[in-house]
């Protein structure tokens, strides 16, 4: 189940990533956060919800402006960048930049 979720997910920001050139990327960012408040996440310990952004894009500035001091239930937010898939960390929404794109199917695996 949370594969799917994950895929999902990647699946959704990774559409929105291909439109770059239509949406800048402050309103990629509030997307991004915007969504993360429809949801409803499940409960965990984990101090952080991390919003982790893969390779190089400027949604990364965009959204550490906007979620600073905020935070999703109890969780405060966490903006990660990761320059590669063996990189990266746990995170909770995964933003995929046009660079790496290629690279989504070795994120499922």
Known sequence: MKRKVLFGLVSVIWLLQSLHAQISPKYQALFVYNF???IEWP???APE??????GKSGIYNELQTISQGKSIGTQSIAIKKFQSVDEM???SILFVSNEV???VSQLAT
């Open 36 to 38: 993360t408040r429809y």
């Open 89 to 91: 960390s746990a995170c």
């Open 101 to 103: 794109s290629s690279k």
């Open 49 to 54: 919800f991390v919003i982790g952004i893969l």
């Open 43 to 45: 409960s965990n310990n």
